[in-house]
């Protein structure tokens, strides 16, 4: 996947969102979809910690 496959599919996201962003802005459309992405990032990890980090591991002890 190189440069060009990229860009094929940013033209298309960016034509997607267009009706969604029109009426708020598109600075504050990007802003909302990076808190989200955000939100998403931290529920996962909240999520996930137990088996990301075991606090029983050798390597936490103490």
């Known amino acids: ?3 060009g496959y990229g ?4 033209r298309r996201a960016g034509s997607a969102s ?3 962003a029109t009426p ?3 600075s504050a ?3 909302v ?3 989200a992405g ?4 931290l529920a996962i990890a909240v ?5 990301l980090w075991p606090a029983h591991a050798a390597a936490n002890a103490g």
């Open 33 to 35: 979809y990076a808190v």
């Open 18 to 20: 267009g009706g969604r």
């Open 29 to 31: 459309m990007g802003s």
């Open 1 to 3: 996947m190189g440069p």
């Open 38 to 41: 955000i939100i998403a990032m």
């Open 24 to 26: 708020i802005g598109y």
């Open 7 to 10: 860009a094929q599919w940013a």
């Open 47 to 51: 999520r996930w910690r137990d088996d």
